[in-house]
């Protein structure tokens, strides 16, 4: 099966978009496909514990998130962490600071 990748760049500032984002990789993730999550931007204050996100009509973005962690990976950019002051440490388990060299390499397999 070939792998969805999926990139939020916003979160708090855009929340429809990033909740559309989680909503496609977590319904993708349920059909069986293999997804890829990459949070970028402000999208990364979710991979945060407590870094919730709700809007009416959707299922609050930590949920969506746990779905994609159950069966799929999450990434979060490492120049993204950077700037908002993240390490490893900071992040909610099975969730992984990754590169432009990770993001390409599974956009192409």
């Known amino acids: ?3 969805l990748v999926v ?3 916003a979160g708090a ?6 909740l559309q984002g989680l909503t496609v990789a977590s319904v993708a993730v349920a ?3 293999g997804v890829s999550l990459w949070l970028t931007g402000e999208s990364v204050r979710l991979a945060v514990p ?3 996100l709700e809007l009416p009509e959707s299922p609050p973005a930590l949920a969506l998130l746990a779905g994609v962690l159950a069966g799929g990976t999450v990434q979060v950019c ?7 002051g993240l390490t490893q440490g900071d992040l909610t ?3 992984t600071i ?3 060299a990770t993001f390409v390499e599974q956009a192409l397999e």
């Open 1 to 3: 099966m070939r792998r």
């Open 7 to 9: 990139k939020l760049t």
């Open 13 to 18: 500032d855009a929340p429809e978009r990033c």
């Open 31 to 33: 059909a069986g496909a």
């Open 50 to 52: 407590g870094g919730e």
């Open 78 to 84: 490492t120049q993204c962490a950077v700037r908002r």
């Open 93 to 95: 388990a099975g969730i």
């Open 98 to 100: 990754a590169g432009a």
